[in-house]
Antibody
Framework: QLQLQESGPGLVKPSETLSLTCTVSGGSISSSNYYWGWIRQPPGKGLEWIGTIYYSGSTYYNPSLKSRVTLSVDTSKNQFSLKVSSVTAADTAVYYCARLGAVAAAALWYWGQGTLVTVSS | DIQMTQSPSSLSASVGDRVTITCRASQGISNSLAWYQQKPGKAPKLLLY???RLESGVPSRFSGSGSGTDYTLTISSLQPEDFATYYCQQYYTTPLTFGGGTKVEIK
């Protein structure tokens, strides 16, 4: 059974960089043909797609966040990561990692449990 | 970006009721639509994809339909475990976008 687990600091100061890692178990990022992504959900609000990455390093970003977001993948550790720079309180959210389908634009089949990141001084 | 408009934003229903949630896309999405269920404090769970295909393990009381820009999620007989928030998502193109959610509450 595929499992995803987000990890990273729960508190980030304004103007700093938010960094999260998603560790995949029960399957290999590099041996599958699936895409991997990040989604966030501000407290009490809806879902926002942040971006998607393929094991080769190809990336797709939400234009609303593109200037501040970087996705990367480490196949040796079976992990992929998210960085959001210059954070503000508006970046406070539960951040989820997920496995998509076999194309970049796809449904989100498996989700991590999510991790709350609060932006505050 | 393709805007996804869900309605209603909330509804109250009783166990056994038939519930229908609608999702409208700002342009045609060729059935590239998924539905998710989210319970408080939990990650969303995929219920249906390709507008009408049931994900493995999802009860058959859940069904989806639609085409073009208009899609529907139906719960044929609401069960206690179905009280949750439901989201639609288009994957016709990036950026992937979600509807605003429909909270299904106990009447």
């Amino acid at each position: 059974q595929l499992q995803l687990q987000e990890s990273g600091p729960g508190l980030v100061k304004p103007s700093e960089t938010l960094s999260l890692t998603c560790t995949v178990s029960g399957g290999s990022i590099s041996s599958s043909n699936y895409y991997w992504g990040w989604i966030r959900q501000p407290p009490g609000k809806g879902l926002e797609w942040i971006g998607t990455i393929y094991y080769s390093g190809s990336t797709y970003y939400n234009p609303s966040l593109k200037s501040r977001v970087t996705l990367s993948v480490d196949t040796s550790k079976n992990q992929f990561s998210l960085k959001v720079s210059s954070v503000t309180a508006a970046d406070t959210a539960v951040y989820y990692c997920a496995r998509l389908g076999a194309v970049a634009a796809a449904a989100l089949w498996y989700w991590g449990q999510g991790t709350l990141v609060t932006v505050s001084s | 970006d393709i805007q996804m408009t869900q309605s209603p934003s909330s509804l109250s229903a009783s166990v056994g009721d038939r519930v229908t949630i609608t999702c409208r896309a700002s342009q045609g999405i060729s059935n590239s639509l998924a539905w998710y269920q989210q319970k408080p404090g939990k990650a969303p769970k995929l219920l249906l994809y390709a507008a009408s295909r049931l994900e493995s393990g999802v009860p058959s009381r859940f069904s989806g339909s639609g085409s073009g820009t208009d899609y529907t999620l139906t719960i044929s007989s609401l069960q206690p475990e179905d009280f949750a928030t439901y989201y639609c998502q288009q994957y016709y193109t990036t950026p992937l976008t979600f509807g605003g959610g429909t909270k299904v509450e106990i009447k």
